[in-house]
T-cell receptor, first 114, second 114 residues
Framework: DQQVKQNSPSLSVQEGRISILNCDYTNSMFDYFLWYKKYPAEGPTFLISISSIKDKNEDGRFTVFLNKSAKHLSLHIVPSQPGDSAVYFC?????????????FGTGTRLKVLA | EPEVTQTPSHQVTQMGQEVILRCVPISNHLYFYWYRQILGQKVEFLVSFYNNEISEKSEIFDDQFSVERPDGSNFTLKIRSTKLEDSAMYFCASVRDSASYEQYFGPGTRLTVT
């Protein structure tokens, strides 16, 4: 039961260009969506989030777009930098206060080429 | 900056042995989680813990697993009788309060069952 899916296991982008990472979900009850970045041998690091009542959230070079009707979100990184090379996980939060649960996608490995 | 810590960084154990993975969440956080990531696969939710009890657990979290917060700072995951398929990275995470959604992850413990 894959409630959160990242269909692209990897993505390569030239430095300075836009990176677009995609995520699809099936459960319309998720209330927050989050993107995490993960380097090898480290834990995931929170990057940016979006509430289910919004359609866009921007933080510096990172923008997350949410299309609720399509149950789809995307992370845009502009301009991409070599230091952005990592695995990116999409996660969704479900449940209620005290019982929150986060479901992660399978990750997309981003490689930014210098 | 406060951070989640985990010990040990790597644990090797024989099949059938008990292991205890330790985590020290950020001190004023109230919600705690354990996840695992089998090599190359997605980050999988195991269990969430709030107010000194389990609030949610996944189907992976069977009777072989238990969690405890013995002293108000440590948060432990015990696997009673390890199997080969328990080999994975185990991540602990914490969330500040019910109004927060950002999870802070520890660096992980690599468990190798031989």
């Amino acid at each position: 039961d894959q409630q959160v899916k990242q269909n692209s296991p990897s993505l390569s982008v030239q430095e300075g260009r836009i990176s677009i990472l995609n995520c699809d979900y099936t459960n319309s009850m998720f209330d927050y969506f989050l993107w995490y970045k993960k380097y090898p041998a480290e834990g995931p690091t929170f990057l940016i989030s979006i509430s289910s009542i919004k359609d866009k959230n921007e933080d510096g070079r990172f923008t997350v777009f949410l299309n609720k009707s399509a149950k789809h979100l995307s992370l845009h990184i502009v301009p991409s930098q070599p230091g952005d090379s990592a695995v990116y996980f999409c996660a969704a939060r479900g449940g209620t206060s005290g019982t929150y649960k986060y479901i992660f996608g399978t990750g997309t490995r981003l490689k930014v080429l210098a | 900056e406060p951070e989640v810590t985990q010990t040990p960084s790597h644990q090797v154990t024989q099949m059938g042995q008990e292991v205890i993975l330790r985590c020290v969440p950020i001190s004023n956080h109230l919600y705690f989680y354990w996840y695992r990531q089998i090599l190359g696969q997605k980050v999988e939710f195991l269990v969430s813990f709030y107010n000194n009890e389990i609030s949610e657990k996944s189907e992976i979290f069977d009777d072989q697993f238990s969690v405890e917060r013995p002293d108000g700072s440590n948060f432990t995951l015990k696997i009673r009788s390890t199997k080969l398929e328990d080999s994975a990275m185990y991540f602990c995470a914490s969330v500040r309060d019910s109004a927060s959604y950002e999870q802070y992850f520890g660096p992980g413990t690599r468990l190798t069952v031989t």
